[in-house]
Nanobody
Framework: QVQLVESGGGLVQPGGSLRLSCAAS????????MGWYRQAPGKERELVAT???????NYADFVEDRFAISRDYAKKTVYLRMTSLKPEDTASYYC?????????WGQGTQVTVSS
């Protein structure tokens, strides 16, 4: 089993920045993918960004170079640095851990972008 604990969400003004963190614990495989998805009210959950154990990254088109995903392998933690935030970025952000057993999700952290 894998446990994921997210942190770093909150209220920020348009144009502001936040950094989300997700710490994984439990049975972590050497080959895996970690990442972030988000879900706004009334919408489906969508990909934000992922990073493999090899360091390959993938971003949704709406990111537009505003977000950066990274991971600390020693700390088993993945980060999402978000800049130039827009009101449409408001959503619950969920951490993902994926390996050969399947997908594991965190409980989500709320990001609200509003003046």
């Amino acid at each position: 089993q894998v446990q994921l604990v997210e942190s770093g969400g909150g209220l920020v003004q348009p144009g502001g920045s936040l950094r989300l963190s997700c710490a994984a614990s439990g049975s972590i495989f050497s080959i895996d993918v970690m990442g972030w998805y988000r879900q706004a009210p009334g919408k489906e959950r969508e990909l934000v960004a992922t990073i493999t154990s090899g360091g390959d990254t993938n971003y949704a088109d709406f990111v537009e170079d505003r977000f950066a995903i990274s991971r600390d392998y020693a700390k088993k933690t993945v980060y999402l640095r978000m800049t130039s935030l827009k009101p449409e970025d408001t959503a619950s952000y969920y951490c993902l851990y994926r390996d050969s057993r399947g997908d594991y999700w965190g409980q989500g952290t709320q990001v609200t972008v509003s003046s």
